[in-house]
């Protein structure tokens, strides 16, 4: 598989990296969040810019991923704005989205964009190429927070966002039942064989929690996991996953 290395870290290889996501409200709810997380040693943060209440209007939202970058400097940065449809805290307009994603890109303070891959198929793609010349890494997404969909369905909307030219391919769903969770790990599976580029996947929830766990086995590269706040359900807390992670990792060696 082809890794994805951003300021050393090498998504895609070995153990699957720790995103903790960044959820504050306001700027100072920000700040305190992002020194919080700092100290727990991620691989990898995610500010959730709906989160903010300001998210969704371009320059506030560069102004606070300003300040963002300047706490985490060395530590690769992901950019999301999850919109309302795919279970995020606020609407945004498609032209806005796209607006929001290029401004972000070219501030040069995100290493990474969460593109979500079906908001709007015929303008994702020129979306991802535009993101992509302004030297960012895209990770293309997918959200289901009422239901697995057939695995059939999800290996398909993990080589569609392949097929659009993301760098990554992330796909969240939720579990109704244990077979649910299973679908989803044979769809990540299933994964390893038709793309070279690296997948995330979870299924959230209580009964998803396994999925957080067993990247190495299944093929997922990434795990989000709780900071100071969950932003999905069945995220595990930061440390308690680190160790976990190891563990498992030990006894594969
Ligand atoms: O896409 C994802 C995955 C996620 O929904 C999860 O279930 O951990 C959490 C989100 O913050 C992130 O953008």
Not at 147 to 172: Q, Y
Request: contains cysteine; proline residues 4%.
């Amino acid at each position: 598989m082809k890794t994805v290395e951003i300021k050393g870290i090498k998504i895609g290889e070995g153990i699957p990296k720790i995103c903790i996501p960044l959820t504050g409200k306001t700027k100072e709810e920000l700040i305190k969040e992002a020194e919080t997380v700092k100290n727990m040693k991620p691989d990898l943060v995610e500010w959730r810019a709906d989160c903010y209440e300001e998210g969704e209007n371009s320059e506030n939202s560069l102004e606070m991923l300003k300040t963002i970058r300047g706490i985490f400097d060395t530590i690769p940065l992901l950019f999301t704005f999850r919109t309302d449809k795919e279970g995020g805290d606020r609407p945004i307009t498609c032209a806005d989205y796209v607006n929001l994603l290029e401004n972000a890109a070219k501030t040069g303070f995100v290493d990474l964009i969460d593109v979500e891959a079906f908001f709007d198929t015929a303008k994702t793609k020129k979306l991802i190429e535009s993101l992509k010349k302004c030297g960012v890494f895209v990770v293309a997404s997918n959200h289901h927070f009422d239901r697995t969909p057939s695995i059939e369905e999800m290996v398909n909307r993990l080589e569609t966002m392949d097929s659009i030219g993301a760098h990554i391919l992330k796909l969240a769903v939720m579990p109704r039942s244990e077979e649910d969770l299973m679908s989803l790990l044979t769809a990540t599976v299933m994964m390893k064989k038709r793309t070279d580029k690296p997948v995330i996947t979870m299924s959230m929830g209580k009964a998803g929690v396994l999925s957080r766990l067993c990247g190495e086995t299944a093929g997922s590269a990434v795990t989000f996991a709780a900071g100071v706040k969950a932003s999905a359900p069945g995220q595990i807390p930061a440390d308690r996953i680190r160790r976990t992670l190891a563990l498992l990792h030990e006894s594969f060696t």
